[in-house]
Every structure is written in C-alpha cells, then in structure tokens.
C-alpha cells in the first residue's frame, strides 16, 4: 500500500521550504568545490573537482526527482529532507579531502542521500503500481554505483578513482534505462528547483568577491582602484549569467515541458535537467574559482590556468543552455555558440591583459550577445510593402 499522500500527476507544486534548507548543504558542498579548484589549478585538479561535483549533482538530483513526486510539505516528508540535510554535511565537508583520508566519509554520505531519495520515492508510489516498478528498476544500478562509492572510499590512489567514475557511469545506465518508464513529473516544480540550485551556484561568485573584498580591507584599510573596478566587474558578471539563464531560458524550457505528457516529459526532465543542467551548474563553480583569482591580484595578468577555468566555465554554462534549446526546440541559439568562440579567442591571446580589463571585456562580450539576442527574437520584424 501507499505510505504518503501523493498528489496527482496533473498537480504542479512550489518547492516547499524544506527543499530550499536542504539545499543549503551545497552551498558548502559548492564552496569546496571553489576551494579544490583554487588550490589546483590544473588538468587534474579541473577533473577531480569535476568528478566530486557529478557524484553531489546525482546525489541532488536523485532527491529532486523524489521530491518532485510527492509533496515536501507532507511532515513525514519535511523530517526525511532534515535528516538527508544532515546526511550530506560529510559529503559536503569531505570535497577537499575526498581524495585522501575524507574519501570514505565522503563516499558514505553521498550514497546515503541516494539510498534515502530511492526509499522516499518506493514510500511514495503504490506497490506494484507502474511508477513504483519504475522506481525499483531504476535502483538496481543506483546500489551497485552505492557500492562502488563506497568500497571506493577505502581505497586510496587511482583505484578509488577508476571504482568511483564506474559508479557514476552506473547511475548514468539507469537514468538511460529510466527513459522507457512511467515517472510523475511535474515540470514547474522542476524548473523552480533547477533554477533555484543556480542561484546557489551564483552564489559561489558573490562569495568570490566578497572573499577579494575582505583581504584589501584587511591589507590595507581601503579598497584601491583597481578592486574596486574588479568587483564591479565581478557583480556584473554573475548578474549578466543570471539574466542568461532567468530572463528568457528558464521560461522557455518549463513551458516546453508543460507541454508533454508521459515518457517523453520524462525523457525531457531528464535530458534538460538532469543531464544539461549539470553542465551548467558546473560551469558557473568553474568560473567562480576563476574570479576569486582575479580579483585577489586585479592589477596582474591572470595566470593561464585561471584563465582556462574562466573561458571553460563560461563555455560549459553557454554551450549547455545552447544545447538544452536544442533538445526542447530543435533550434540552435548561434549568438551564444559564437561569443564562445570568441571568449575562447580572448582568453588564448589575453595573456597580457590584467585581470580587470579581461573580466571587462568578459562582461563586454556577455552583454553583447544577450543584446543579440533580444534583437532577434523580441524586436519586431520591419513591416513589408
């Protein structure tokens, strides 16, 4: 029998403020994630920072998807998300020394989250019920990949590596499989939580300033020219993302979704949210770390490795609301693909450039394809004879 009041699948909800305390873990789950970046800056370090972010991001998502189903101002809902809160403040404590000693705390707490997004979901649905057996297909891969987490964070060096990424590729084959089920989604609901997990990821870049912020007032009582030029930059720069993603994407894909029904709203879901949302998530932390440099040191030319960080953060978040559209429209968003090419072009030859005059120009090139694109798709066509 059924355990919670579910509400119907026709039923939309607002994220219950349960779900906004629940995400309040990330954002030091995020914050670590700056930090990992900030202190290795290189190939390495990008893609072991990268790693840890999917492993929280399935970890996230699996519990949005539950909470999607049913309703989080039920109490016995309200008391599992405080008790996964407190479940992921290990995994969120652990991203800097997951790859030493904190791996096992690390690994534990993220499985624990999935196993207890997995358990709220099988509560919810009906035994035997078309739902429930897709809930139950979809968690055989999920507790291999638990494993695999788990084992992992008792090995140290690249096996705990290699067992990691086979674990995130198991998730991954059940969301692939999930897309032949019958799944409750509730498309507004979606976007609001994917919306709001951004916001916590901009977040990281208000931080990065204010972090700038305090060191010049601690170093010298006044905040000189040049950072105050930087944090300026740095602002408009985390508000011109905003108003990429908020302005006119967001929208757009939740009243895509409202229009499916069935497997292809799943297949949606998953594909707009799940999967490219974490390319996008994960290009605004990039690019956080890549500012808290830049503003530290304004004045000098930003180290290549930073500069990668920044042009690759904006690339992963351009290129994953580009592809996105492309899944929900079948159209390609041209002026976002070619200030990409041009970032990437700025970054290459901006070697010289300090760090104020290339986040200006940064912010430059943003404001411009946004203006773009409000040219073309808002501003009327001329009238013809």
């Known amino acids: 029998m059924r355990g919670l009041v579910v509400p119907e699948p026709t039923e939309d909800f607002t994220a219950d403020p349960v779900e906004l305390f629940f ?14 970046l900030v202190h290795h800056p290189t190939w390495a370090g990008a893609a072991e920072a990268w790693l840890l972010f999917a492993m929280l991001w399935m970890a996230w998502s699996t519990f949005t998807w539950s909470a999607n189903a ?17 479940a992921t403040m290990p995994a969120a404590g652990g991203v800097t020394s997951a790859y030493q000693g904190g791996g096992a705390a690390f690994a534990i707490s993220v499985s624990v989250i999935i196993a207890m997004a997995l358990a709220l979901q099988l509560w919810a649905h009906e035994t035997g019920s078309e739902q ?21 964070g008792f090995i140290s060096g690249d096996a705990r590596i290699v067992l990691w990424l086979i674990g995130l590729g198991s998730i991954l084959f059940g969301t692939i499989m999930a897309g032949s089920s019958d799944w409750i989604v509730r498309i507004g609901h979606f976007a609001e939580r994917h919306g709001l997990i951004l916001i916590i990821a901009l977040g990281e870049v208000l931080v990065a300033i204010g972090i700038a912020l305090v060191d010049s007032l601690e170093e010298g009582g006044a905040l000189p020219g040049s950072v105050v ?20 994407f967001s929208p757009a894909l939740e009243h895509r979704g409202d ?22 998530v994960s290009g605004v932390i990039i690019s956080a770390a890549a500012l808290e440099e830049i503003i530290l040191h304004p004045g000098d030319p930003v180290p290549l490795a930073f500069r990668v960080m920044l042009a690759g953060g904006l690339l992963m978040f351009l290129l994953g609301t580009v592809l996105a559209v492309g899944r929900a429209f079948g159209v390609v968003i041209r002026e976002r693909i070619a200030v990409s090419a041009l970032i990437v072009a700025l970054v290459a030859l901006g070697g010289s450039l300090n760090g104020v005059v290339l986040l200006l120009l940064v912010d430059g090139l943003l404001l411009a394809v946004l203006a773009a694109e409000y040219m073309r798709i808002e501003r009327p066509a001329p009238a013809t004879a």
Do not use: C, K
């Not at 995400?23 to 990992?36: E, N, T």
């Not at 229009?259 to 996008?280: K, N, S």
């Open 132 to 152: 429930w057996v897709s809930v139950l297909r979809y968690a055989w891969p999920n507790v291999i990949a638990m494993a695999l987490f788990v084992i992992g």
């Open 229 to 248: 030029i930087g944090l300026v930059a740095a602002g408009s720069f985390a508000g011109l993302l905003w108003w990429a993603y908020f302005d006119r």
């Open 23 to 36: 995400d309040l873990a990330f954002v030091f789950a995020f914050s670590q994630l700056v930090s990992h």
């Open 70 to 86: 049913v309703s989080g101002n039920a109490r016995e809902v309200r008391f599992i998300f405080l008790v996964a809160t407190a």
């Open 259 to 280: 229009g499916l029904e069935g497997r292809p709203r799943g297949r949606f879901a998953r594909d707009v949210y799940t999967y490219l949302h974490a390319l996008v």
